[in-house]
């Protein structure tokens, strides 16, 4: 059968085979990219939030999560009282208040 079809003989490699480093310099370039478009903006957003739920008082105009606009009225360690309209009052959890608005917005809304 060697008459029809040549035998081919595989041949070494010239530069033998890349170092452990090289082959994971794309994995390692893909982690920073992640590192710097999502997770450090990520983090960031989530300290800025943090800090702003923490400084509410009874006063401040809020808008919740769940698009609910309201005034504070008590502060406690885990919940506030909103009112949202006159003899209204609802008690939501800290962490769903979404942005806190600047003073009129309520009235005026």
């Known amino acids: 059968m060697d008459f029809f079809i040549n035998s081919a003989w595989a041949q070494a490699a010239p530069g033998g085979q890349p170092d452990a480093l090289t082959s994971f310099i794309p994995l390692i370039l893909i982690?920073?990219?992640?590192?710097?478009?999502?997770?450090?903006?990520?983090?960031?957003?989530?300290?800025?939030?943090?800090?702003?739920?923490?400084?509410?008082?009874?006063?401040d105009e809020v808008v919740t999560s769940g698009g609910v606009l309201g005034k504070v009225t008590e502060a406690g360690e885990q919940f506030l009282k909103v009112e949202v309209a006159d003899g209204v009052v609802l008690k939501i959890q800290r962490n769903t208040v979404s942005m806190v608005m600047p003073k009129g917005t309520f009235k005026s809304a």
């Open 31 to 59: 982690f920073v990219v992640f590192y710097f478009l999502l997770i450090r903006p990520q983090s960031k957003r989530a300290k800025e939030h943090r800090k702003m739920v923490a400084e509410l008082k009874a006063g």
